[in-house]
């Protein structure tokens, strides 16, 4: 079966500092790995994703991720952090097996915090 | 309107009542989701519309009922919840049941059942 844990519930961190989100999957078979954001009131928009390729992946407001097979984890990164990255952050996996292309799997999120 | 629409945006009923959650995409996409979000729980899949035909229950109890009449609306038919059905409900669509497709979330009702 597959399953995501976000370890950090809770981040707090510092306007222009830089933020790492960890996630670990498991998963069968190579996943496809996703990074969602939600934002107060707001549905889940995609950040960025990685089906196959090169393992640091560039997303969308300056987010990058990078996959590492040998420890089964896809961690977020952002250089420096805009108050405006306050929400919510949901890491999910799927991929072909199983059956079923289209079901992803999220973890519990975790919620960042940013101080002025 | 554009992307994907939810009304209600919040809607309490109790445990007797029958209400309707409804969800429009505007993006031309064939596949439609239901996905039921609770507190201090991951987002769960709950339905996958696929041209207008279900494909995927993920076990969920019969007391939800989606309909999908065309490709552009997915409606949630609820009657008889239990509080433990109180939760953010989202709707996503994708242009087809695959993941290589971006799903696109409205931004959900949250449902309080009493």
């Known amino acids: ?27 069968g078979a190579t996943p496809y790995l996703f990074w969602y954001v939600q934002s107060p009131g707001q549905g889940l928009q995609l950040l960025l994703k990685y089906f196959s390729g090169d393992t640091l992946v ?23 952090v805009h108050w405006s990255d306050a929400a919510e952050y949901f890491c999910a996996v799927g991929g072909p097996s199983g059956g079923s292309n289209y079901k992803l799997t999220f973890g519990k999120g975790t919620l960042l915090t940013v101080n002025p | ?7 209600p945006r919040h809607l309490v009923m109790g445990m007797t009542n029958k209400k309707s959650l ?3 995409q505007h993006l031309g996409h064939n596949a439609m989701y239901w996905y039921k979000q609770s507190a201090k729980k991951p987002l769960e899949l709950m339905f996958v519309y696929s041209l207008e035909e279900r494909v995927e229950n993920n076990s969920v109890p019969s007391r939800f009922s989606p309909e999908c009449p065309n490709s552009s609306h ?23 049941p695959d993941l290589a497709y971006e799903q696109y979330f409205g931004p959900g009702t949250r449902l309080t059942v009493t």
């Open chain 2, 1 to 7: 309107e554009t992307g994907v629409t939810q009304t």
């Open chain 1, 58 to 80: 560039q997303g969308i407001k300056g987010f990058e991720a990078e996959f590492k097979r040998s420890q089964s984890s896809f961690n977020l990164r952002k250089p420096s």
């Open chain 2, 74 to 96: 997915l409606f949630l038919h609820l009657h008889t919840l239990q509080p433990e059905d109180s939760a953010l409900y989202l709707c996503a669509s994708s242009q087809g």
């Open chain 1, 1 to 27: 079966a597959q399953s995501v844990t976000q370890p950090d519930i809770h981040i707090t961190v510092s306007e222009g500092a830089s933020l790492e989100l960890r996630c670990n999957y498991s998963y």
């Open chain 2, 22 to 24: 409804k969800c429009e």
